[in-house]
C-alpha cells in the first residue's frame, strides 16, 4: 500500500491544479484518474470562458484569482495557454434585463470587479454589426477573458508534475477506504493508497464518490451542447452573453478565441438531467438562430463540429468546497455548475492553503459560502 499526503480524485479542470498548488506546497500528492490523460472529463467540453463577473462573494473571490494565474501563466512557465484578454459583455434588450445588470454592477464593483453599464452606442462599438433593434446597453468587463481548456489541462498537469505530484491515469477509483467516521484512502482497479486526506474534485461522479461513504453530495449534472466555427479573421474581442430567454433556451453566449474560431454554448431550458453527452441535432439550429438573430454578420459562419458536456449542478448554482459533512478526512471540491474551468485555478490555490493550515480571511469567507452543509436560498443571478 503507497502513502500519500493528499489523494485527490479527479485529473480534470477543477482537480489537476488542487495537485499543481498542493504541490507546490510541498505536499507528496497524487491524483486518480479513470480516464487515459488529463482533462478527457468536462473540461474537454469546456469552451474556455473566465470570468469574475459573478453575483456573490466566494465566486467573485475565486474568478479573480483565477483570472490573476491565467493572464500571468505564459509570463510565469513560458506556456502558451491561448490566453485572451478581451472582456465580458452582458448585453440588454429588455427594461427587465437592464435593470438586473444595472442592479449587480454595484453588488460586483462592491467586491472590486472593473465593470460598468453602458449605453447602446458602446455596445454597438464593442460588438461590430449586433443587432440595433431594441439594444438598451450592456455591462462590459475589459479584465475577463479566454483560454484553451486542453492547453489548460496539460500545462497544468505538466507544471503539477514538475513541483512533484504524480498522476495515474485509467486507475479508476473503485472505493473509499474508511477507519470509522474517516476517510483514509482510496481503493483503486490497481492497488490501495492511503492518505489522511483525499479530495473529490470528481466533477459530475462527484455524488457516486460521496455514496461510497454514505454521503448524499447535492451534485446533479445536466447536459449542455457546443460548438466551434472555422477559423476568420478578427472581428470580436468580448465573450457576448444574451441571458433573455428563447424556445428550449435560457441564455446563449460566444466569443472569438485566440485561433479565430468562434466558440459557442446555450443554456437548454429544461434542464436536461443525466450523464448523455452525445450529441444532438437539436442544439445547432437552435443557437443558430439565437446567435445569428443577435449578430447577423454570423450567418455564413461555417461550423466546424459540436460536442456536448456535463454540468455538474448543485440546488443554488454555486460550488460545494470545504470538508464533507460527518465524514472526516475527505474534502469536496465538487459542484462547479458548468465553471470548473474559470474557478479551477483560485479553487486550487484556495485548497492548498486550506489543508496547509495556511488559510487567508478570503479563503476563510470562500470557505464559509461555499460550505458543503450550507443551507440551499435561491441561485446565483448569473450562473
Known amino acids: ?43 474537454r467540453a469546456a469552451i474556455g470562458g473566465i470570468r469574475a463577473t459573478h453575483s456573490d462573494r466566494a465566486k467573485i473571490a475565486l474568478g479573480q484569482a483565477s483570472l490573476r494565474i491565467f493572464a500571468g501563466w505564459e509570463a510565469q512557465t513560458g506556456q502558451h495557454i491561448g490566453w485572451r484578454q478581451g472582456g465580458y459583455t452582458f448585453v440588454a434588450y429588455t427594461p ?22 453602458h449605453d447602446a452606442g458602446f ?26 481548456p ?12 514538475r ?5 495515474f491515469f485509467g ?25 489522511p486526506v483525499v479530495v473529490n474534485a470528481a466533477g459530475a461522479h462527484a455524488a457516486e464518490l460521496g455514496a461510497m461513504v454514505g454521503l448524499d453530495i447535492p451534485v446533479i449534472p445536466d447536459s449542455h451542447e457546443g460548438g466551434i466555427s472555422e477559423p476568420v479573421s478578427r472581428f470580436l474581442e468580448p465573450m457576448v452573453v444574451d441571458i433573455r430567454p428563447g ?5 446563449f453566449y460566444f466569443y472569438q478565441n485566440a485561433e479565430g474560431q468562434v466558440v459557442f454554448c446555450i443554456t437548454p431550458d429544461p434542464p436536461i438531467l443525466g450523464t ?28 466546424r463540429r459540436t460536442w456536448r458536456g456535463l454540468y455538474p449542478m448543485t440546488p443554488d448554482g454555486a460550488p460545494l468546497l470545504g470538508w464533507a459533512p460527518g465524514v472526516d478526512g475527505l474534502f469536496l471540491a465538487a459542484g462547479m455548475c458548468g465553471q470548473g474551468f474559470m474557478l479551477g485555478p483560485g479553487i486550487g490555490e484556495t485548497v492548498a492553503r486550506t489543508l496547509t493550515d495556511t488559510a487567508t480571511d478570503s479563503d476563510r469567507e470562500i470557505l464559509t459560502d461555499l460550505a458543503p452543509d450550507r443551507a440551499f436560498r435561491g441561485t446565483e443571478a448569473l450562473k
Open 1 to 43: 500500500m503507497k502513502s500519500w499526503d493528499v489523494i485527490v480524485i479527479g485529473a480534470g479542470s477543477v482537480g489537476t491544479p488542487i495537485a499543481l498548488y498542493l504541490a507546490r506546497a510541498g505536499l507528496k500528492v497524487a491524483v486518480f484518474e479513470g480516464k487515459a490523460s488529463v482533462g478527457r472529463g468536462e473540461n
Open 96 to 117: 427587465a434585463i437592464e435593470a438586473l445588470l444595472r442592479d449587480l454592477v454595484q453588488v460586483q464593483r462592491g467586491f472590486g470587479l472593473d465593470i460598468d453599464f
Open 123 to 148: 455596445i454597438r462599438e464593442l460588438v461590430p454589426g449586433i443587432a440595433p433593434e431594441g439594444l438598451r446597453g450592456g455591462t462590459f468587463s475589459p479584465g475577463d477573458g479566454s483560454a484553451s
Open 150 to 161: 486542453l492547453l489548460y489541462a496539460h500545462s497544468f498537469r505538466v507544471e503539477a508534475e
Open 163 to 167: 513541483a512533484g505530484a504524480r498522476f
Open 171 to 195: 486507475e479508476p477509483v473503485l472505493d473509499l477506504v474508511r477507519s470509522g467516521d474517516r476517510v483514509t484512502g482510496v481503493m483503486t482497479s490497481q492497488a490501495r493508497h492511503s492518505a
Open 247 to 251: 424556445p428550449g433556451s435560457k441564455n
Open 276 to 303: 448523455d453527452d452525445r450529441a444532438t441535432s437539436v442544439f445547432l439550429p437552435q443557437v443558430a438562430k439565437r446567435m445569428v438573430g443577435l449578430l447577423p454578420r454570423l450567418a455564413h459562419l461555417k461550423v
